[in-house]
């Protein structure tokens, strides 16, 4: 019997991914359906069904289910937790070719790849400003969450689907793309029963190390699961946030504490709601907690820096069998000498330091000196090699809250 915390629902997993015999007759039939484009998010949330971080979904939502999630948290069963519509949209002229009860092939409309076939169980349209609204709090166009939903098809297909392709994760991310059946595996393997998720999509810096040890003070692991799913221009990729991550556990963690894994998740840039989401599919990896520090997951000012904090005491108890560990804005304070929060250090501004994510990609950007005690030197040196290297320099733009994880 698992240690673990069960899959989100209680069940087992339920990954949507075919193989075998099974997966050549289903490409096969889907070589003659009419075919889907599928946007960067649709494909990501698919393969996410896929590998069974998604579940117990077993396909893209119906509109009684997009509004119980827009309006309730709740699935239209009215007992299952979900925080973010999973929705797949077409066209009208498409939508009205598509029979219910028909099936269709779900195709990635940047690769052209195959992906999988859905049966059409219905066909709706939605209030894309109301689902805005809820899901990002604003229907602002400059937010690439929303940008993505208004730009989305004027109709949701929704019913159950069967995944084949992982895309090119497993092969460009070896080693770092897993999928919950195998991190459940590994927690097993180490004896692991409590394991605290850090969500990561930019290199891990001091804060970062910081919140990774208070969770392993606590737990008997911490999961770092970063992003290798399509990030903003100006973003470091995967593989050199990887090199950072490993050197700065070889020299500043102890051995068989962390573990490192990459999740294929388009970012929605949803604040409070994409924490929970985040809850969610971590539950479904085997983690007991997630770390939530400052502006977990917003963009811009949407957000104010702790909603992702309190959103997890306005959802209703028992949504989750994962818990947030909730952390305070972290910094390097030079009274305290050493890591502290807004919690634990008395001091002032003028004794911390204190350096977003953004500003510190805007200064490797400029060949700037990035001050002591905001990263490992091993991890900045890394970072400096990459952006030495970079052909075309991206402008990073401050916002008034920087970025957090
Ligand atoms: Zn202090």
């Not at 297909?157 to 084949?164: E, L, Q, R, Y």
């Not at 991190?183 to 810096?205: D, V």
């Not at 069998?321 to 304070?333: A, N, S």
Request: with cysteine; aromatic share 8%.
């Amino acid at each position: 019997m698992s240690r673990l915390v069960p899959p989100h629902g209680g069940g087992e997993l339920r990954p949507l991914l075919l193989s075998g015999e099974e997966l050549n007759k289903e490409k096969e039939k889907a070589k003659g359906l009419p075919r889907i484009k599928m946007s960067s998010r649709e494909t990501s949330d698919l393969i996410m069904l896929g590998i069974g971080a998604f579940t117990p979904l077993d396909g893209f939502m119906g509109k009684e289910d997009w509004k119980g999630v827009c309006d309730d948290y709740l699935m239209s069963n009215g007992r299952l937790f979900w925080p973010i519509p999973i929705t797949l949209s077409t066209t009208k002229e498409q939508a009205d070719s598509l029979k219910e009860g028909s099936e269709a092939a779900l195709i990635d409309e940047e690769t052209g790849e195959l992906m999988g076939s859905i049966t059409v169980k219905e066909k709706y349209t939605i209030d894309k400003v109301h689902e805005c609204k809820q899901v990002f709090k604003t229907d602002d166009t400059e937010h690439p969450g929303v940008a993505k939903v208004m730009s989305q098809g004027d109709i949701n297909i929704a019913g159950p689907v069967k995944v084949f392709s992982e895309s090119y994760y497993p092969g460009q991310f070896k080693g770092l793309y897993m999928r919950p059946a195998e991190s459940r595996k590994m927690f097993e393997e180490k004896g692991w029963s409590t394991i605290a998720a850090l969500q990561l999509r930019n290199p891990m810096h001091r804060s970062h190390e910081y919140l990774a040890k208070i969770a392993i003070e606590i737990c008997d692991g911490v999961f770092i699961h970063q992003l290798v799913g399509k990030l903003k221009p100006g973003d470091i990729p995967a593989d050199v946030r990887t090199q950072a991550i490993d050197v700065l556990v070889e020299k500043y963690f102890v051995k068989d504490t962390c573990i490192q894994g990459g999740y294929p998740m388009e970012m929605r840039y949803a604040g409070p709601r994409e924490a929970l989401l985040h809850a969610v599919f971590r539950q479904n990896f085997g983690c007991s907690h997630l770390l939530v520090g400052r502006d977990h997951a917003g963009v811009g000012e949407y957000y104010g820096p702790f909603d992702a904090h309190h959103i997890f005491n306005e959802i209703p108890k028992g949504s989750l069998e994962l818990q947030p560990l909730k952390i305070d804005w972290t910094f390097y304070c030079f009274k305290c000498d050493g890591m502290a929060s807004m919690k634990t250090c008395p001091h002032g501004k003028d004794d911390r330091l204190i350096l977003s994510g953004t500003m510190l990609r805007k200064m490797l950007s400029e060949g700037a000196e990035v001050p002591d005690h905001f990263s490992r030197p091993e991890v900045l040196a890394i970072l400096q090699d990459f952006y030495s290297k970079l052909e075309d320099k991206v402008e990073v733009k401050l916002h008034k809250y920087a970025e957090g994880a």
